[in-house]
């Protein structure tokens, strides 16, 4: 098996899709712990642009990122369909639950090896590794994304420093 194929196969699998704007992103099911309407969100002093806050979470500070902030998107008004997703991000020695505050919530996908293409090459200047790859599904074409990627190991580091000083 090529390193191409080895990379596919792992990349199949079930998938939550979300919406920022008209793009749909999907996340690897295994990293979402629970899905919750928007609800009040803390602000923190001094934390990067992309957090909106915190909030409790059945007695857990869990930190909130802004997906459109964090993607350069254009700010708008939430709806009764802003969702925040909790997920797990794994890095080194770390595990966080943090937020992330979509648009809204499709549906749960199982995507195959099949219907799964590598990132295309957008020039020197884009960094698209926290995008596993773009899926092909009913029609639509999904952004497969690696939270991990996303959320850098300086962003759970920092989170985790919000959510501690929240609770204190």
Known sequence: MSAENKGAATRAGKYLTFKLGSEEYGIVIMKVKTIIGLMEITKVPRTPFFVRGVINLRGQI?????????????????????????????????????????????????????????????????????????????????????IEQILSTEDVVSLGKVATSAEE
Do not use: H
Request: hydrophobic residues 40%; glycine residues 8%; proline residues 2%.
């Open 62 to 146: 869990i930190p909130i990122v802004d997906m459109r902030k964090k993607f350069g998107m254009e700010d708008v008004d939430d709806t009764r369909e802003t969702t925040i997703i909790v997920v797990e991000v794994s890095k080194a020695d770390t595990i966080q639950e943090i937020g992330i505050v979509v648009d809204s919530v499709s549906e749960v996908m199982d995507i195959e090896n099949e219907n799964i293409d590598d990132t295309p090459e957008f020039g020197s200047g884009f960094d698209a590794e926290f995008i596993m790859g773009m899926a092909k599904a009913k029609g639509r074409v999904i952004s497969l994304l690696s």
